[in-house]
């Protein structure tokens, strides 16, 4: 059967959504090699936060945007700054594709939260699933003491398991709030909590670093966009799994950029996290199948 355009659509926006993330987060490495990750995480808000403002403005009703669930979007606030500092300071230390095989365990992570914090039924199924996916991380990490498990692969870790906090947040919110404020909120919190508490040790910005903060500004705006897209166009357990395609573009912007390559554990690892991601996603779709036949 062909594939609907809707779904050809949604599938062209999710691949383009994650290729601009790749490239997003390579800008972030490499600002991270001459400021504190707290500014990093700062820039990463501020560069966006005038293009995403626009879009909230010509998209939402202004009362859509400030009449919100605000104890939600003070947590997913908190969540950001963390996940980002922890995210930044770990790509500063270690390959992208590395950091991008821990995160991936964020799925994982997320079902786990998904049980007591929203009462959904993880299955036995899920559960060795998910045990599949923290045996795919220690892979990568290898916590032999001659490993990756340092502080980098922690914080990394770190930022993960507030991504997953932070879906969390999303999930509740998208009950109430519109896409464009959880958008646009989180930005203005990251900034403002970002900024804050690297404004002791700031670091006067380069004229040679403006075309890779305005490069983050840019490709930040436009993935979010193109992933809310896509998430509109197309069924969860349909564009989800593209995001794994990330570890393609990593490896290229590695490769071409440091000119290094991750070795054979971080590979292994991260094909068994994705695997376990796999597997989850499909016993999703066949839950809510069940649940709407």
């Known amino acids: 059967m062909p594939t609907p355009p809707s779904r050809r659509a949604a ?3 999710m691949l383009l959504a994650v290729a601009l993330f790749a490239f997003m987060d390579a800008g972030l490495k490499l600002l991270s090699a001459r400021y504190p990750p707290l500014q990093v995480a700062a820039l990463r808000g501020l560069s966006s936060l005038p293009l995403v403002l626009v879009w909230a403005l010509a998209t939402a009703p202004l009362r859509s945007l400030w009449r919100v669930h605000w104890p939600l979007h003070l947590l997913r606030g908190v969540l950001s700054v963390a996940m980002m500092v922890g995210f930044v300071y770990g790509i500063s230390r270690l390959l992208l594709t590395s950091a991008y095989a821990i995160t991936f365990v964020a799925p994982l992570l997320v079902t786990v939260m998904a049980g007591p914090l929203l009462g959904e039924t993880v299955g036995l199924g899920r559960w060795v699933a998910i045990g599949i996916g923290v045996l795919g991380m220690l892979v990568v990490l290898r916590p032999t003491g001659e490993g990756m498990l340092t502080l980098a692969g922690l914080a990394v870790l770190l930022g993960a398991t507030c991504y997953a906090g932070n ?6 919110l998208a009950q109430r709030d519109s896409t464009q404020a ?3 909120w989180m930005l203005v919190l990251l900034s403002l909590g970002a900024g804050l508490l690297a404004w002791p040790s700031w670091q006067p910005l380069q004229w040679r670093d403006g075309w890779i903060i305005a490069a983050v500004g840019l490709c930040g705006t436009l993935a979010q966009v193109a992933l809310t897209e896509a998430f509109r166009r197309g069924e969860a357990s349909l564009i989800a799994p593209l995001e794994y395609t990330a570890l393609v573009w990593v490896a290229m912007l590695d490769l071409t950029l440091w000119g290094v390559l991750p070795d ?4 292994i690892g991260a094909a068994i996290i994705v695997a376990s991601g796999l597997y989850l996603l499909a ?9 709407h036949p």
Not at 283 to 291: D, G, L, P, S
């Open 11 to 13: 599938i062209a926006l």
């Open 167 to 172: 879906v969390i947040t999303v999930r509740m």
């Open 182 to 184: 959880m958008v646009l």
């Open 264 to 267: 054979a554990p971080t590979w």
């Open 283 to 291: 016993r999703e779709r066949v839950h809510a199948e069940a649940e």
